[in-house]
């Protein structure tokens, strides 16, 4: 059975740090690419940070860029977000998610130009003093 299983959310001070893990099971992430993705409360999900499976190219919501680091160790079937100098605007359920095909470039999945299949249970994340 594929799964995707988040963890490393958290109660953070403002100006912390904090590192997500998505495990995957039942399937191989080497020919996924995977996202991830944040939903605070009252608001619509938003494509926080996507990685291919082709070439590794990356993408940013720019509201994280410069401060959060996507990657993936396939040989640990694991992807990770590294988070620094969190604000409390952070604060949301983190997911993480897998799909095989997103169209045309890495931007389209965390756009979520197309529906993406596989979806993990989410980790939340509060930045707070």
């Known amino acids: 059975q594929l799964q995707l299983v988040e963890s490393g959310g958290g109660l953070v001070q403002p100006g912390g740090s904090l590192r997500l893990s998505c495990a995957a099971s039942?399937?191989?992430?080497?020919?996924?690419?995977i996202g991830w993705f944040r939903q605070a409360p009252g608001k619509e999900r938003e494509g926080v940070s996507c990685?291919?499976?082709?070439?590794?190219?990356?993408y940013y919501a720019d509201s994280v860029k410069g401060r959060f680091t996507i990657s993936r160790d396939n040989a640990k079937n694991t992807v990770y977000l590294q988070m620094n100098s969190l604000k409390p605007e952070d604060t949301a359920v983190y997911y993480c998610?897998?799909?095989?095909?997103?169209?045309?470039?890495?931007?389209?999945?965390?756009?979520?130009?197309?529906?993406?299949?596989?979806w993990g249970q989410g980790t939340q994340v509060t930045v707070s003093s």
């Open positions: 998610a897998a799909d095989e095909y997103y169209g045309p470039t890495i931007r389209s999945m965390c756009i979520m130009t197309l529906p993406i299949d596989h």
């Open positions: 039942g399937f191989t992430l080497d020919y996924y690419a």
């Open positions: 990685i291919s499976s082709s070439d590794g190219s990356t």
